[in-house]
């Protein structure tokens, strides 16, 4: 084992509604990056769209959300169990995030060979 966790619950330390969405990085090397998102009604600012140099696979755990990709103003309704691949550069945004309940996220991001962190 190494210095650091190597285990944990995601459920754990669960925030109440807050201003901001709490992102935890769970595993970080040169390969991947996993992180545990809470959204208490977050969306992403209007005007904006991620543009991730990483593939991105997601996972809701609990709550729900709406995905938003900018090409063909696709919009994805998510709820619990639902998961979504979106490849580097697919632009991307959080339309909506139940309020009333927390949105547990895990996001897997692949980085691709050669490729710098995102």
């Excluded at 691949?85 to 309020?99: F, L, M």
């Amino acid at each position: 084992m190494t210095g650091r966790d190597t285990r944990g619950n995601v459920f754990a330390a669960m925030p109440k509604a807050v201003d901001r969405e709490l992102v935890e990085a769970l595993v970080d090397d040169p390969a991947v990056r996993i992180e545990r998102i809470v959204s208490t009604g977050q969306v992403t600012p209007e005007g904006d769209w991620y543009d991730q140099t990483e593939d991105e696979f997601v996972l809701l755990l609990s709550g729900a959300a709406v995905l938003r990709f900018e090409a063909g103003d696709r919009r994805i309704t998510l709820a619990a169990g639902d998961w979504v691949e979106i490849p580097a550069h697919v632009r991307h945004r959080v339309d909506w995030t139940d309020p009333d309940a927390p949105t547990v996220w895990l996001a897997v991001y692949r980085r691709r060979a050669g490729g710098a962190k995102a």
